[in-house]
């Protein structure tokens, strides 16, 4: 952007003292200063990194050869048109001309950071100022982890350090390709600055072997990044197969064979298989990791469990067997095989989908039986009451008669119908009245 201008007198071409010739140029330059009357003196900001080159140009429009002269932040004069007063060989000359005096400054360091001033001897005289701001770049970027072996479910603290920069760097954790959150806190030293972020991590057995990125934000740099990796320890995670019969139902006399597979870190060393709630039946053969019965009968039914261990804990798989008479042919909805780990936290994602698929395919069956058996019950329901009520209607069916009208059927008109009906004639009689 532009610079600012400040007034200012001849006189502030000084700063080095006993430089006779720059006073000589200057008397004699003052001696023909021109009018400043539609010159303009023009320069921009420089953002440099520590250690590189920034350029500094001072630039006249509409020039008509006035002097142009450079100084740094002390006022000492670096170039006054081509000449370098300064006895600094880091300032060289880029370009100099009677519209510009381009200068560069090599090897930057924090102590060149400041105000460096463009004058144009005019009159009035002119004068404006460029900033030089200097970047440093973190120097150091190191991940301090609270545990180098951490337990699945636990919580644990890493910390990143960025040192000595400026401006202050911006932190970013990243695991994989996630990004996470950290907390920063930040320390001034002198001009320099010191990040320290901190990120909380509750780790699981997915997440062994997987790097935490630390990631600096800084004008200065590009990609700067560290990394570890994580190390968590898991209990086992145990799977049953079924390799014999590979297809269709284990029937009365075949035989079984079953393989157990279990995985931890570190690695499973206790693999054992035992029955639940019973006894193992002594014709079974386990060798290792593998069960065999040779020759099935109906007493082997039930659940056989393989349990393995590791310095972490537990775990178990189980093996649903229910043997089929000889002559069955058709696979039930549910086979006998079934894996039952300890807990959710246990089964991977196809795990987790074949158990829900297996308690969908169930809760399926179980509703089709309940609704069938309603509908059956209510039919059953409406049917008796049909029987019922035909039964009713059949026996009350016919022609019913009054006694009202007994002995009215003889009578020749409607009056000695009423005289001749039964109770008529007494009732005529019980009301007769008599008077003495």
Known sequence: MAGRAEPSGPAACGGAPGLLPVLLLLLSAAAIIP???????????VTVVEGDVATIS??????????????NPNRQTIYFRDFRPLKDSRFQLVNFSNSELRVSLTNVSIS????YFCQLYTDPPQEIYTTITVLVPPRNLVIDIQKEIAVEGEEIELNCTAMASRPATTIRWFKGNKELTGKSEVEQWSDMYTVTSQLLLKVGREDDGVPVICLVDHPAVKDLQTQRYLEVMYKPQV??????????????????ELTCAAFGKPQPTDMRWLRVDDEMPQHVVVSGSNLLIS???????????????NAVGKSHADYMLFVYDTTATTEPAVHGFTQLPNSAEELDYGDLSDSRAGEEGAIRSVDHAVVGGVVAVVVFAMLCLLIILGRYFARHKGTYFTHEAKGADDAADADTAIINAEGGQNNSEEKKEYFI
Do not use: F, M
């Open 239 to 256: 799977r049953v197969s079924q390799n014999y019969p590979v297809q269709g139902l284990t029937r009365e006399g075949e035989p079984l």
């Open 112 to 115: 060149d950071e400041g105000r």
């Open 295 to 309: 020759n099935l009968n109906k007493t082997d039914n039930g659940t056989y469990r393989c349990e393995a261990s």
């Open 35 to 45: 009018r400043g009357d539609g010159q303009n003196l023009v320069t921009e900001d």
């Open 58 to 71: 001072c630039r006249v429009k509409n020039s008509d050869d006035s002097v142009i002269q450079l100084l």
